[in-house]
């Protein structure tokens, strides 16, 4: 599990599936709402913004 405590808004996350997501808001030291970037077909739509766990993180980039 990636530590999002030290991860500032702004930051871009790869994520499972192979979404890139930008982190719009911090809500707590596992929780972030993202705004997508990068998504592959099916795995939804680039601008959507979702909230995200620590879980979900593959690495920051």
Do not use: Y
């Not at 530590?3 to 994520?15: C, R, T, W, Y």
Request: aromatic share 2%.
């Amino acid at each position: 599990m990636i530590e999002l405590i030290d991860v500032p808004v702004g930051a871009k996350l790869s994520l499972i599936g192979g979404i890139t997501a930008e982190v719009i808001q911090k809500i707590d030291d596992e929780w972030v709402k993202v705004r997508l970037i990068e998504v592959p077909e099916g795995k939804g739509v680039a601008g959507d913004e979702e909230l995200c766990h620590a879980t979900d993180v593959t690495r920051v980039l």
